[in-house]
């Protein structure tokens, strides 16, 4: 289990460059029109963890499988957009198969650079976008709430639990706020989920920046910053244009290349990381002498829904986890260091696996 973030804007904030950036493909098309993203494009690619290496080493693995992350770039947004404007149709079908949506807002001057609204202004970008979402979202639950109405009025007892997720959605965006700053109680979580809203999805914003700004930041990136931390929202500052530049050379070159510009790691490396505290994902590890990998889960998940990561045989007969903490791991050199250390645990059904866990699953099917 990874994750799908769907990369999302106005025409021409760098979107297609960013994309093809973190996928180091040239899958997308950066031009400099609007609706060079004609089809969504989707790039599959490892997620960089340097203990999994560290993890291989010591175990002697033959082969290094990461966790997958995919992104999809969609096409560019415009105002109308859920009325059938530009691509709007097809940007709001796209847009509901992912799990969180990074923003991308474009925060750099650049005359060469056509934008769409004739001015550069990353808030007025970000509300353009979250409103035809939030019209789109009031539309669809507006088309559901008679039929859903009807039902509740018999006493139909899922139809009252819907119809009460649905008003609590309804709330927020008839005063002009995202599904997601609804009160959802946990145990109506399921239901809102359910409900597929496009607004209730986690946001990330996306500064794209120039070069000269990429360490630091600028007067733009700061106001949307600002913006970030009134809702609660995350924020990562990258340079499309430097990113493609990195994602072209080789680790040696890339390192002395953000060395030189003050960049400690690449914009995927952030994306991932602040994507995964967005949607309050972790990784657990499993090594062996054949391969040494990396299994993406949800924070809080117990022992055997881990294990289903792997197959669901591996929860039907779960008996018991083999667990040892990735830093003991590396402190007593492997397995057998850990188990002569007492640091070599066994686990049943109600452990809640931890970030860095390194796992085998016992079973019987």
């Known amino acids: 289990m990874g994750f799908k973030c769907g990369i999302v804007g106005l025409p021409n904030v760098g979107k297609s460059t960013l ?3 973190l996928t180091q493909t040239a899958a997308a ?7 060079c993203t004609i089809e969504p494009n989707v790039g599959d690619v490892a997620v960089p963890d340097p203990r999994i290496a560290a993890i291989a080493a010591i175990e002697g693995s033959k082969e ?3 966790s997958r992350l995919t992104f999809v770039d969609i096409a560019g947004l415009v105002k109308g957009a859920s009325k059938g404007e530009g691509l709007g149709n097809q ?8 799990d969180a949506i990074a923003y991308v807002l474009r925060c750099f001057e650049n005359d060469d650079i056509t934008h769409v609204e004739g001015r550069i202004d990353p808030l007025a970008d970000a509300e353009i976008v979250e409103t035809e979402l939030m ?5 669809s639950l507006e088309k559901r709430l008679p039929a859903i109405r009807k039902k509740a009025g018999i006493k139909d007892k899922e139809a009252i ?7 609590a959605a309804l709330l927020p965006l008839n005063d002009g706020k995202a599904a997601r700053h609804a009160k959802i109680d946990d145990d109506q979580q399921v239901i809102f989920k359910g409900l597929n809203l496009l607004t209730s999805k986690p946001v990330l914003y996306v500064c ?4 000269d700004s990429i360490a630091t930041g600028n007067e733009f990136s700061k106001l949307v910053e600002k913006k970030a931390a009134e809702e609660g ?3 990562v500052i990258i340079s499309a244009e430097i990113e493609a530049e990195i994602s072209l050379l080789d680790a040696d070159e890339a390192k002395e290349f953000m060395d030189d510009l003050d960049i400690k790691e690449p914009g995927l490396d952030r994306m991932i990381r602040v994507g995964y505290e967005l949607l309050g994902l972790q990784t657990y590890f499993t090594v062996g002498p054949k391969e040494a990998r990396a299994w993406t889960i949800s924070k809080g998940t117990k022992a055997p829904k881990a294990a289903a990561v792997i197959h669901t045989d591996f929860e039907k007969g779960f008996i018991r986890a083999e667990c040892m903490n990735y830093d003991d791991f590396m402190q007593y050199n492997g397995e057998q260091g850990c188990k002569e250390a007492g640091k070599h645990r066994v686990e049943g059904k109600e452990y809640v696996v931890k970030d860095g866990d390194i796992l085998h699953f016992r079973f019987n099917v």
Not at 91 to 98: N, Y
Not at 208 to 211: I, K, P, S, T, W
């Open 161 to 167: 639990e819907i119809l009460a997720v649905m008003e």
């Open 64 to 66: 290094l499988i990461p």
């Open 19 to 21: 994309f093809n950036a």
């Open 233 to 235: 929202a995350a924020t």
């Open 208 to 211: 794209n920046v120039d070069e």
């Open 29 to 35: 098309q950066a031009a400099n029109f609007p609706f």
């Open 91 to 98: 940007f709001l079908a796209t847009i509901r198969e992912v």
């Open 135 to 139: 019209i789109a979202d009031l539309e």
